[in-house]
């Protein structure tokens, strides 16, 4: 195989990895906004910090003493009752 034959197919390996890196960025970025936006009950809501799209994502919040916080939830085995 000749050298220009070998440079051909580095220049369109390195074009094919400019191509697919610029299609997976365009599909996994996310629109944010300037600031986070709660859309919520009295103490149940849900952060909407950006768009998917035209689908907002976000974090579910609780309301804890005024302040909104992100729940966690126990790791472990679930406890069905309290034990005496």
Do not use: C, K, Y
């Amino acid at each position: 195989m000749s050298i220009r034959a070998r440079l051909g197919l580095v220049v369109i390996w390195v074009i094919s990895l400019i191509a697919v890196s610029a299609l997976t960025m365009a599909q996994t970025q996310m629109n944010r906004l300037p600031s986070p936006v709660i859309v919520s009950g009295s103490d149940l809501g849900f952060r909407v910090e950006g768009q998917i799209g035209n689908t907002p994502a976000g974090t579910l919040v609780i309301r804890v003493n005024g302040q909104w916080v992100v729940p966690t939830t126990p790791s472990g085995p679930a406890r069905l009752g309290t034990s005496h």
